[in-house]
């Protein structure tokens, strides 16, 4: 079996829902990449410096489905050897999908300064207020 996979990365657009549509993309078609050597972490790192962007989530779909029904997301390794698995079995080909807006998990914080600070608002003589 060939060990390599073609990939389009569709990235730079948005998910649009009802239905779900990846707006306005940015394709690129990766191919003569050895994917089946590389680690799910590898692989996220290739996606995020072929990206340019540190802080994505990653989907694929399904080959012959829409994305609101063959949608999946890449997020650990079983993920992605179902991912290699699915593109190996539909001719070496797979739609890749990077999601550049992903939102915070549960487990994540945003770090931000205290909420300590008072403003004082001056009291002002405006008759039309």
């Known amino acids: 079996m060939d060990s390599n996979l073609t990939i389009e990365v569709n990235h730079t657009g948005s998910f649009v829902d009802k239905p779900i549509v990846y707006f306005n993309p940015v394709k690129v078609v990766v191919s003569n990449v050895d994917f089946r050597s590389m680690s799910f972490m590898e692989f996220i790192s290739y996606v995020k410096k072929l990206v340019k962007n ?76």
């Open 54 to 129: 540190g802080r994505i989530n990653v989907y694929y779909c399904l080959p012959q489905r829409s994305l609101g029904d063959g949608l999946r997301a890449l997020e650990d390794e079983n993920d992605y050897l179902r991912f290699l698995d699915v593109g190996y079995e539909n001719g070496g080909m797979i739609n890749l999908y990077i999601d550049h807006n992903p939102k915070l998990s549960d487990n994540e914080f945003v770090e931000h300064e205290p909420d300590d600070e008072v403003i004082q608002i001056q009291p002002f003589d405006d008759p039309f207020v």
